[in-house]
């Protein structure tokens, strides 16, 4: 979670977001994290169409799906649900 | 200013209520029927269904989503307005605190109904009191004259750019809501000029500009996000100090009122009767107070000095005028017409008690629960419990604290 120290005096009314929702960087709540084996993958895209944090993007110039782990939460669908078997979740070694 | 010609109209508190909702401009009601709520929005409905009215109206299949659609609504910019009681406003509960915490300046009326179990549909105020910690302005009234006077006010408290709070005005079941009085009513331009339109402190927006605080596709801003342990505790900060503010505005509000319309009560916030020169006080809200003040007339004709603090708003609770209004009293007798179970008496003693801790010497101060699920409460109960305080006070000494009027033992 992003760090904030502002009072209750400086935060806008009923807390309407000041910044938008990228700057916040959920990814950091991942205990498992998915790890993409470019050779197994059938890029049939299933796994960016069900992403539930829209983290998975296709990389036109290089073929290969890429994950934006600051968002990634580690839910193990797209793992799950790849006929491939190209995504392994992969537990986090972090702080 | 000159006072407008008012009509005088025969209505129940509850017709009261619909008819300053009309003439306050209301843009959406949502509401759930209950008794003995229900003729307030019975009645908006025929407005909207005669065409009186350009209200949106949105039937719900509960009050939790009555109260939801009122802060949507809200959120949006709509001038809202509802109206429940007892089970209805206790489904309403998770919501009324959605709707402080977005700072939705929602209105509704109250017709106070006590709480089942047994199941019973008669006044107490266990419904609202229950509520009081909700971030919700609420205001107890005497009358359907002051019902009719208070929910035309009400929308200007909510909507005041340095409260943004939503207000309760909360009236006795059927001695109030189902009761024909003879009503004043100001002419619809009169109230709709003093309510106004509604207005908008400007926000920073995800965007980075400033907008208006409501929800606009054009201009997006989010409204009730998740906040944690960073910034929760901020949020509520912010409504307390809000509520702070509340005191004043009501009275100002009042005020404004009393020169359109030539009516007051008390100073806004409490109505004191008989009490400058009382020995002996009596506390409470709501249309009891109309049977105190006869009763206190009685007893001054006997040489009792007798006085009576009716509480007009319960929050903000006006702490000052209470310790202000109860400073030379030497006992005081705080009516509760709803009970703490395990508490130690009813809600408004202990808000009483409480702001009577700094005043120097504390008068003697007793609780006297009463009218439970509709209990009458006849003019001889109340002369009891003036008796009651004189006793304590040739006894100099409080035996029972907390006191059950009216009940069989």
């Keep these: 979670m992003t760090r904030e120290t502002k009072s209750w005096q400086d935060i806008p009314i ?82 | 200013m000159s006072i407008p010609q008012q009509k005088v109209l025969a209505l129940n508190g509850d017709e009261a209520i619909a008819l300053a909702a009309k003439q306050s401009n209301v843009d959406v009601v949502a509401a759930y029927p209950i008794t003995p709520q229900t003729i307030i929005v019975e009645r908006f409905s025929e407005y909207v269904a005669d065409g009186e009215v350009d209200t949106q109206f949105v039937c719900t299949e509960s009050e939790h989503s009555a109260l939801s659609a009122c802060v949507t609504a809200s959120a949006t910019g709509a001038r809202t307005f ?53 971030g919700w302005i609420q205001l107890y009234v005497e009358n359907s004259q002051e019902a009719y006077d208070s929910t035309i006010q009400a929308f200007r408290i909510a909507e005041h750019l340095d409260l943004l709070l939503p207000v309760m005005v909360c009236l ?89 319309s030539g009516r007051k009560y008390g100073n806004g916030l409490v109505d004191a009767y008989q009490l400058k020169d009382a020995q002996m006080a009596v506390v409470c809200v709501g249309s009891t107070a109309g ?62 008690r409480h702001s009577l801790y700094e005043s120097k010497p504390h008068p003697f101060i007793q609780n006297y629960i009463y009218g439970l699920g509709g209990r009458d409460m006849p003019p001889h109960s109340i002369e009891w419990i003036y008796k009651d305080l004189e006793k304590t006070l040739k006894r100099k000494m409080v035996e029972t604290r907390v006191n059950f009027v009216g009940v069989r033992s």
């Design chain 1, 14 to 95: 009923a807390g309407v977001c000041w910044k938008p929702a990228t700057e916040y960087h959920t990814g950091d709540w991942r205990t498992f994290k998915p790890v993409y084996a470019s050779e197994k993958c059938k890029k049939c895209l299933l796994c960016s169409m069900i992403c539930p944090d829209a983290a998975i993007k296709w990389n036109e110039t290089k073929e290969v799906v890429e994950f934006n782990y600051d968002f990634c939460k580690g839910c193990g669908i797209c793992a799950n649900e790849c006929p491939g078997r190209a995504i392994q979740m992969i537990r986090e070694s972090g702080e």
């Design chain 2, 82 to 134: 509802t109206a429940s009681a007892s089970a209805g406003l206790a489904l309403m509960h998770e919501i009324l605190y959605v709707t402080s915490g977005c700072r939705t300046p929602v209105v509704m009326a109250i017709a106070n109904r006590a709480l089942s179990a047994p199941i019973n549909i008669h006044c107490d105020h266990s419904d609202s009191m229950v509520e009081r910690d909700s």
């Design chain 2, 172 to 260: 006795d079941a059927f001695v109030l809501s189902h009761t024909l009085e003879n009503v004043k009513v100001l002419p619809d331009a009169a109230v709709s000029k003093f309510v106004g339109e509604r207005e908008f402190i400007q926000v920073k927006c995800h965007e980075g500009t400033k907008v208006p605080f409501r929800l606009d596709p054009k201009n997006p801003i989010t409204i009730g996000p998740l906040a944690l342990y960073d910034y929760y505790f901020e949020l509520k900060r912010q409504q307390e100090e809000a509520m702070q503010k509340a005191s004043k505005i009501i009275r100002d509000i009042h005020d404004e009122f009393c020169e359109l």
């Design chain 2, 291 to 352: 049977t105190v003040k006869t009763v206190v007339d009685q007893l001054r004709l006997r040489g009792i000095k007798a006085g009576l603090l009716r509480l007009r708003a319960f929050r903000p609770l006006p702490t000052t005028d209470i310790q202000k209004a109860l400073a030379n009293v030497e006992i005081v007798g705080v009516m509760d017409r709803s009970i703490s179970f395990g508490g130690q008496g009813g809600p408004v003693f202990h808000e009483i």
